[in-house]
């Protein structure tokens, strides 16, 4: 079950963090992966690692928020095989309230979070439709529809993929187009372990476990968790799915309240 033989994979941010499982977990099935990544260094030496494990893995620098660079960069791929998936997961956060948030704040998260999103999936639906359909999986966050303390630019943009989700899948469901996102709930990634230490220094495991405490379970997901939600999306066995958003929270949404 859950094979993804032969299918041909678009990973943003495929090189770290919550990308980086999905890029492994999509090669460990059976798919070509193409990893997107502005850090083209860290990107082929994952790619390495994955070939290295009886993978297929390829890198490419791009700036998703550079709507012809996406565009290049997706033609080059089609022109080899035809793309069958894309998975949105390149993202940026930022820690402040509405008075904090400065206007290049705002727009820093915009153009990767919400225009990132959208170029992606503006470029590659045409190629899903000249190919007969394809699979969009936008990586989200509770915090799109959940209140969290001092994240209000790093909300507004996971909103924004939220209802970008449904309507995408409502536009193209008749074009054999599946888009559905994921939203976790905090992920212990090397990203959490940096702002932990930039920000808390000698109150790191305090802080670690304060932070996990707030999922009811008890602790952060494993990134590899998220990665395996998104091989199911990305299956067969999940052809009947589309437009909906998949809470993978440790209970955080429905327990806390």
Known sequence: MFKLTKKVAVVTGGASGIGLEISRAFAKQGAIVHIFETNIDKAEREADLINANGGKAYCHK????????????????????????????????????????????????YNVNIKGFYNCMHCVIPLFKSNGGGIIINIASIAATVGIPERFAYSMTKGAIFAMTAQVARDYVKENIRCNSISPARVHTPFVDGFIKKNYPGQEKEVFEKLSK????????????IAAMAVYLASDEASFLTGCDYVIDGGFVKLNN
């Open 62 to 109: 791009v700036d998703v928020s550079n709507q012809e660079n996406v565009n290049k960069k997706l033609q080059k791929i089609q022109a080899l095989l035809p793309v069958n998936i894309l998975v949105n997961n390149a993202g940026i956060a930022h820690v402040g309230t509405v008075e904090s948030t400065s206007e290049e704040d705002l727009d820093r998260l």
């Open 214 to 225: 707030t999922q009811p379970i008890g602790r952060m997901a494993k990134p590899e968790e």
